[in-house]
């Protein structure tokens, strides 16, 4: 069986790190998920893709303090595919000795007319308070309310093709583990003389993973966050959605730079494929396996509302 997993970024980042480094580096939760997959997953054909938001944030970072001057996201995505690709195929060979394990730098493909591009609601790195948001505001960034405060936003366009499809799907195989699309890939698109080139921006990595499950026929889609699932009277927490039809779900509004894409590539996939896609917790995916955690997403799923712990 072929599965995908995607990790968010704030699923493996430490909850108060202490360098721009130290997050590609979160090595307890990154051994909480591969030790959860070789015990729950350890025979699916898998592929793993991860989030990048604090890291690119804390990475954009460091380069505009070392330099005076800010590096594009897509070169600061290709650093944070390698960095924590690393850290996750050495998390997944301890817990999975038996198994081919490769991570692949991978670039996506990009619509340079869409509209994204123009108005950023991506947040990366952490969160600011108001002085701080004034301040970057007046050094030239985007900046949007996230969470409890407010982060930097970045242009966050849809995936159209992951380039190195071919590449992934010799090295999955029949029982292959694949790191990729870390960060949702580098965004790339043509440009006037049909010469590819990176765009400075942000992929999604839900819309990657959901493009990536349905490219690869996976029967299961997992997006895994810091959260236990779908509020579904958000910003109110009392309830999460245990399952849910794709469809009941796509009727519900959440926020475009965080729930929202989860939501949405959940929905396609289970729309677009006879598979099952659940949201929830990283360190709950045995549970959701088992039916007691997460939010299920499945064709004709009955609408069940279970207490927030």
């Not at 998920?33 to 804390?58: C, E, F, M, Y």
């Amino acid at each position: 069986m072929r599965t995908v997993i995607a990790i968010g970024g704030h699923a493996l980042a430490s909850p108060a790190p202490r360098s721009t480094s130290e997050p590609e580096r979160a090595g307890d939760r990154i051994g909480e998920v591969a030790r959860a997959i070789a015990k729950r997953l350890s025979d699916d054909a898998l592929l793993i893709t991860h989030g990048n938001g604090p890291q690119a944030g804390w990475l954009a970072a460091q380069s505009e303090a070392a330099s005076g001057s800010r590096a594009g996201f897509d070169a600061i995505t290709a650093q944070t595919e390698g960095l924590t690709g690393y850290a996750l195929e050495l998390a997944l060979e301890n817990a999975l000795p038996d198994r081919e394990i490769a991570t692949l730098l991978t670039q996506v493909e990009i619509d340079p007319a869409d509209p994204a591009l123009s108005r950023p609601n991506k947040p990366v790195g952490r969160v600011f308070d108001d002085e701080e948001a004034d301040c970057l505001r007046a050094r030239g960034f985007v900046v949007g309310p996230d969470r409890r405060g407010f982060r930097r936003m970045v242009a966050s366009p849809r995936p159209l093709r992951v380039m190195e499809q071919r590449a992934i799907a010799r090295l999955l195989g029949d029982r292959g583990i694949v790191v990729c699309a870390g960060g949702g890939g580098i965004p790339v698109c043509r440009g006037e003389g049909g010469e590819w080139r990176g765009v400075d921006a942000v992929v999604d990595k839900d819309h990657t993973s959901g493009l990536l499950a349905c490219e690869f026929g996976a029967r299961r889609l997992f997006l895994l966050t810091d959260v236990p699932g779908v509020f579904p009277r958000w910003p109110e927490r009392d309830v999460v959605l245990r399952s849910v039809d794709p469809a009941a779900l796509a009727e519900l509004a959440f926020s475009e730079g965080t729930m929202g894409p989860k939501v949405a590539a959940a929905t396609s996939y289970a729309q677009h494929s006879t598979g099952t896609a659940w949201i929830g917790r990283v360190e709950e995916l045995g549970a959701m396996i088992a039916g007691t955690a997460g939010t299920r997403i499945s064709a004709g799923a009955e609408w069940l509302e279970v207490p927030s712990c």
